[in-house]
Structures are given as C-alpha cells and as structure tokens.
C-alpha cells in the first residue's frame, strides 16, 4: 500500500503545473526532509526521510516501528521524472517508468505484487 500511495504521491508532486502569476508562499526553498507518523498513543509508527538533487526528490526511505523498511528511488531526465524503483526491506518490489510527449506523461508502466500494469494518458485542448 505505501508503494501505491508514495507513486501518487509522485505522480501528483511532479505532475502539477503552476500558474505563472503565483505568488510563491513565504517558506518557498524550504523542503520537506522528514516525516514521522505517530498513533494516538504517542507511539512513532512510521518515519520517512527524503533525499534531494538539485531540489528533486531522489529517495525517499522509511521503517516502520514493526522494523519494515522501504524505499522509493526516484529518476529523472531532463528534470522529469522517468522511473521508480520500490523496495521493502531490501528487496525490489516494483517499479514504475513514466513517458512523456513533450512536457506531459502519456503513459506508464508498472510492475506491482507481480502483476504488470499500463496506462494511457490524452489530454484535452486545455491540457487538462
């Protein structure tokens, strides 16, 4: 499941266009380098570290209180991301390769749990 959220966590992180007339926010340049997740007792159920290279996520690597690991290696060409390598407790779990037609994804490929995946992607006159 968290190879499934963190892909469209990805996914929607490098997908978003922005509107050349935003004002940005007053903490732009901050990044995010560690998450910790915590249950209603108080317990740390979850930490996630996040790498950067050149203000791109690279690897995103966390453990579970339980002693899971994972991992998410992230990888780009001409600053878009082509590829994610996932893993759980050291062993490769899946991938995922996006294709691009210019600057927007028209499909990808994955491979989950053992099982292939493809989708395409068409996009309106408005880009949407």
Same mark, same amino acid.
């Given at each position: 499941?968290?190879?499934? +959220? ?6 929607? #992180?490098?997908?978003?266009?922005? @509107? %050349? &007339? ?6 732009? &340049?901050?990044? +995010?380098?560690?998450?910790? *997740?915590? @249950? #209603? ?8 570290? +996040? ?9 995103? %690597? &966390?453990? $579970? ?7 998410? $290696?992230?990888?780009? *060409?001409?600053?878009? #991301? ?5 893993? %759980? ?13 210019? $600057? ?7 491979? %989950?749990? &053992? ?8 996009? @309106?006159?408005?880009? #949407?």
């Amino acid at each position: 499941m968290k190879k499934v +959220l963190l892909s469209l966590f990805a996914v929607t #992180l490098f997908s978003c266009v922005s @509107d %050349e &007339g935003d004002t940005p926010p007053a903490n732009a &340049g901050l990044k +995010l380098v560690k998450i910790v *997740e915590t @249950d #209603l007792d108080g317990n740390t159920v979850l930490t996630t570290n +996040l790498n950067y290279t050149n203000n791109q996520i690279t690897l995103v %690597e &966390g453990s $579970e209180s339980t002693g899971n690991t994972f991992k998410t $290696e992230f990888v780009y *060409e001409n600053q878009k #991301l082509v590829r994610e390598n996932h893993f %759980e407790n050291n062993t490769s779990t899946g991938y995922l390769i996006l294709s691009y037609t210019g $600057e927007r994804v028209t499909s990808t490929a994955s491979r %989950e749990e &053992g099982i292939n995946y493809t989708n395409n992607y068409a996009y @309106d006159s408005n880009g #949407l």
